[in-house]
């Protein structure tokens, strides 16, 4: 089984501040990974996915991210943040064993200040 | 990239009545999909599994009977909540996965479909 841990329920930031969403899990299997986005009311955008290769992917919107199996963790970043990246990120991991169930972590609102 | 339906995106029904919500795929085939379930301000809950042509698999803690899910064509899930009470509302979201090929780890989501029981 697998698990998602957003430590951070909230993360504000200044427009054109660096952002860093924290995403760590925990499986028995290898994993594959993912980050969405939600605006409110609707349903899930992919940003970016690792499946294998490259430990660190490039996705939407200026956003990459860095697979560190040592630390089972998978943080977003990105170097400038923008007034329109305010929404829920939620971190989603599923594992290699065909199943193709997601799970997601508790999600982070991602708040941007003036 | 691919495109996923679900109508209604609003409802807004009595308590005791039954209330169907579809997931379409609109320009690829999927062999399964999947059902969540959003409260407001969290994350979402996997509730089923749906295969076309065979019986959803269901998580531990969601109810069968409760939450009908028919996956009768390679283009269309159903979820029917039965006997709907307050305690349904929610914001239920399906994704549908690509049929054939390899796994390319991609989901695609529909909008979502906010659900309030009266």
């Known amino acids: 089984a697998q698990s998602v841990t957003q430590l951070d329920s909230q993360v504000p930031v200044f427009e054109e501040a660096p952002v860093e969403l924290r995403c760590n899990y925990s499986?028995?299997?290898?994993?594959?990974l993912f980050w969405y986005v939600q605006y409110p009311n609707q349903g899930l955008q992919l940003l970016l996915k690792y499946l294998s290769g490259s430990t660190l992917v490039k996705g939407i919107n200026g956003f990459e991210a860095e697979f560190k199996k040592s630390e089972t963790s998978f943080h977003l970043t990105k170097p400038s943040a923008h007034m329109s990246d305010a929404a829920e990120y939620f971190c989603a991991v599923s594992g290699r064993d065909s199943s193709y169930k997601l799970i997601f972590g508790s999600g982070t609102r991602l708040l941007v200040r003036p | 990239g691919a495109v996923v339906s679900q109508h209604p995106s609003r409802v807004i029904c009595k308590s005791g009545t039954s209330v169907k919500i579809e997931c379409r795929s609109l320009d690829f085939q999927a062999t399964t999909m999947f059902w969540y379930r959003q409260f407001p301000k969290q994350s979402l809950m996997l509730m089923a599994t749906?295969?076309?042509?065979?019986?959803?698999?269901?998580e531990q803690g969601v109810e069968k009977d409760k939450f009908l899910i028919n996956h009768a064509s390679l283009t269309l899930s159903t979820l029917t909540v039965t006997s709907a009470h307050p305690e349904d509302s929610s914001f239920y979201i399906c994704?549908?996965?690509?049929?054939?090929?390899?796994?390319?780890?991609?989901?695609?989501f529909g909008e979502g479909s906010r659900l309030t029981v009266l």
């Open positions: 749906s295969n076309e042509g065979s019986k959803a698999t269901y």
């Open positions: 994704s549908a996965l690509t049929s054939g090929g390899a796994y390319t780890g991609e989901l695609f």
């Open positions: 499986s028995s299997v290898s994993v594959y």
